[in-house]
């Protein structure tokens, strides 16, 4: 049961991670994101940056399941998110930040259309809205991690970001 306000934050960030919002989060969910980034950008799912980003998918679900399934049951519930994101991530959202970057890693290579190693602030829109974050918010998100105004968000930017987002409630 989330019973402070920062509980009630970090619970409403679940739903980015339910994919099919079935009340858990577990490996089909991740790999749902994985899929619908795949087709967002055109991308097969047996090449390289596919099979890239299966594999981040995968390494994500593992590092999200060692922090917040406490049951062991391979399916993470509101209250284990919330348990383990107040628990173990809220002091070191950089634990945080590395178990989500491979997966991050492999959706920027998606979704970097031109090789330069960035993404467009519009695309940068379209992963975030595919990933749960509601439009609206992925827009102003996205120019925000454009720190230096060049229309491009690298890495550097949305790993940190990704990982505050979902371990401080502001």
């Known amino acids: 049961m989330v019973t402070t306000e920062y509980g009630r934050r970090i619970a409403a960030r679940f739903d980015t991670f339910d994919q099919d919002g079935n009340g858990y989060i577990d490996r089909e969910d991740f790999n749902s994101a994985a899929k619908a980034l795949l087709a ?14 299966y594999a981040g998918a ?9 922090i917040a399934d406490r049951d062991g049951d391979q399916r993470i519930t509101r209250d284990e998110f919330v348990g383990g994101a107040v628990k173990r991530l809220r002091d070191n959202p950089d634990r945080f930040a590395e178990i989500a970057r491979p997966f991050l ?28 974050v509601r439009e609206d918010i992925a827009e102003t998100v996205a120019v925000a991690l454009d720190i230096n105004a ?4 690298g890495e550097a930017e949305i790993v940190p970001a990704f990982a505050r987002y979902f371990t401080v409630p502001e």
């Open 40 to 53: 967002e950008f055109s991308t097969a799912a047996r090449s390289d940056k596919g099979q890239a980003l």
């Open 58 to 66: 995968e390494a994500f679900w593992q590092g999200m399941a060692g």
């Open 105 to 132: 890693h492999a959706a920027l290579a998606v979704a970097d259309t031109d090789g330069d190693g960035a993404v467009t602030v519009e695309d940068t829109v379209r992963v975030l809205h595919i990933l749960g």
């Open 150 to 153: 060049d229309g491009k968000v």
